[in-house]
């Protein structure tokens, strides 16, 4: 197991009696999200179990349990808040998604992204087998430049979201090799794609050269970030395209090439204060490495995006 924040935990209800076993369960949820009720169709003999991997940032868990129904009411959503979003994927089963007066059928090849700030009731049955993967708040909502909403009935048999199922699968066969960054890099794409599919991009009707046009921004100022001299009128002329041209398209998005610059920057100080190659670097060296005019300027944009100082992250979890 590398070492980081990264970890991956394997929990079971077979370690526990047969009698115990829908306590268990509770309490094994309870303990990674947030307060939910639970109603099960069997409580002499209940059968779970799950697959956690986590960093600090995101967390990818893959389940399967007998029938049982999670529900989140006004009440519980008042004494524990939790702005997080959960994307849920089954892998085989059918789950029931019930709420603002209304259900969403969900099984394999489609996809759900749930706001835990709204009361729901999720019934799953005997053969449910599914990923939840959750992503903060400020993951999406950065993005996106608003709140999303629920999004019941993803698509993910083809096109982006035949891709992100691909992904979260490929995060869960490999999730001995993986290390925090690697992990964290991952996870950050599917949100990339994720925010797509959401906002809409593979609707018939969003333009297509403004979305190819879109990738392609996304790709170079990920590539370039550590280029102080990037800005969107540099991209544009690398790429082709005229400025007002890239600033349409990220539009589209909720963002501009200003923010996208930063964004990718930002990240990519991320990944670098937890790679071991990099530990040498102070945080002055950072800053003028990633396009920032400064340790300040860094400090400031990073604590704002991640809820930490550059120095936090490096001395966190090991």
């Known amino acids: 197991m590398p070492a980081g924040s990264y970890v991956v935990e394997e929990q079971t209800t077979v370690d526990v009696g047969a009698q115990d076993r829908a306590d268990f369960w509770s309490e094994h949820i309870a303990s990674y999200q947030s307060r939910m009720g639970y109603r099960y169709a069997r409580l002499d003999d209940f059968h779970g179990e799950t697959v956690r991997q986590r960093s600090d940032t995101y967390q990818l ?14 009440q519980q959503i008042r004494q524990d808040p939790d702005e997080d979003y959960r994307f849920l994927v089954p892998l085989s089963g059918r789950i029931v998604m019930r709420y603002d007066d209304e259900q969403a059928v969900v099984g394999p090849g489609c996809g759900t992204l749930l706001n835990f700030q709204t009361p729901f009731q999720c019934l799953q049955d005997a053969s449910v087998r ?11 909502d950065g993005r996106l430049s608003r709140t999303s909403p629920m999004a019941a009935g ?18 869960y066969e490999e999730r001995y090799s993986l290390t925090d960054p690697e992990f964290d890099a991952v996870a950050d794409r599917v949100v990339d794609l994720l925010c797509m599919l959401v906002v809409g991009d593979e609707r018939p009707e969003a333009p297509g050269h403004l979305a190819q046009v879109e990738a392609m921004v996304r790709r170079y100022a990920r590539a370039h970030a550590a280029d102080p001299g990037l800005t969107g009128t540099s991209m544009a002329h690398a790429l082709g395209w005229s400025l007002r041209q890239i600033q349409l398209a990220l539009q589209r998005a909720g963002t501009t090439p200003r923010d ?16 071991g190659s990099c530990a ?10 990633t396009g920032f005019s400064s340790a300040s300027a ?9 809820g930490v100082s550059p120095r936090e992250m490096r001395l966190g979890p090991r």
């Open 61 to 74: 868990v893959r389940y399967r349990s007998d029938e049982i129904e999670y529900h989140r009411t006004l």
């Open 130 to 140: 599914a990923f939840i993967f959750t992503i903060p708040a400020r993951e999406i």
């Open 154 to 171: 993803v698509d993910l048999t083809k096109g982006l979201g035949r891709v992100v199922n691909s992904v979260l699968n490929d995060m």
């Open 260 to 275: 996208l610059i930063r964004e990718e920057r930002l990240r990519l100080v991320r990944d670098r204060l937890q790679c």
């Open 280 to 289: 040498h670097m102070t945080i002055t060296e950072l800053a003028y490495a």
């Open 298 to 306: 860094l400090s400031t944009a990073f604590r704002r995006r991640f």
